[in-house]
């Protein structure tokens, strides 16, 4: 059964700086994998979706590589900003669609 | 724009209640989905449905059951809510003919809370 492992479960930077969230998978067989937004209280918006066949997708400040080998995928986002501060999912499609825990991150002024 | 709506974002209900989760779409989607959200666990797929009137079990139906009578509307159903199902309740759709290259869209979803 495929496991999602999302390091760290929380991170806290300052405004402008770059950072990058990370995610893990344990069966390298997906479709494709995805990055969602969850602000507090509120359902998940998507933000990046990077198919199987893909190594990266890119939006804005926000780039997400895939390495279906290593069962690994980053989202790197560029000078952060407040705005940012949010719960950060990925999911990897196989059959189903697991998710990880999330990574919350604030983005302090 | 994809709209997924919920019936309600906050419920309170006692133990022994029979409770009721609305979803509805309006892109004409054939896979609808309900999840529960809770702390350090992520999301975990309660039911599933492909079609009007069909359904599966997802990883965690025990104490629910759903109905899909039209196309645009999914709901979950609490036979006797439990404290255990204090919960963040989140409904999802997606293309049912391209559901492997195409991303869910959830709904704002329901915070349950059991009495």
């Known amino acids: 059964k495929q496991e999602v492992t999302q390091i760290p479960a929380a991170l806290s930077v300052p405004e402008g700086e770059n950072l990058v969230l990370n995610c893990s998978f344990t069966d390298s067989a997906i479709y494709n994998l995805q990055w969602f937004r969850q602000d507090p209280g509120k359902g998940l918006t998507s933000l990046l979706l990077?198919?199987?066949?893909?190594r990266e997708q890119t939006s804005g400040r926000l780039n997400a590589s895939l390495d279906k080998s290593s069962g690994r995928s980053t989202l790197y986002i560029a000078a952060s900003q407040p705005g940012d501060s949010a719960t950060y999912l990925c999911a990897v499609r196989d059959n189903d669609m697991r998710f990880g825990a999330g990574t919350r991150l604030t983005v302090k002024p | 724009d994809v709209k997924v709506t919920q019936s309600s974002r906050y419920l309170v209900k006692r133990t022994g209640e029979k409770v009721f989760l609305e979803c509805v779409q309006d892109m004409d989607h054939e896979n609808m989905f309900w999840y529960r959200q809770d702390p350090g666990l992520g999301l975990r797929l309660i039911y599933f449905s492909y079609d009007v009137k069909m359904k599966e079990k997802g990883d965690i139906p025990e104490g629910y059951s759903v109905s899909r009578e039209k196309k645009e509307r999914f709901s979950l159903i609490l036979e006797s809510a439990s404290t255990n199902q204090t919960s963040m309740y989140l409904c999802a759709s997606v293309n049912g003919r391209r559901e492997y290259q195409e991303t869910q869209y959830f709904g704002p979803g329901t915070r349950l809370l059991v009495l």
């Open positions: 990077i198919q199987s066949s893909q």
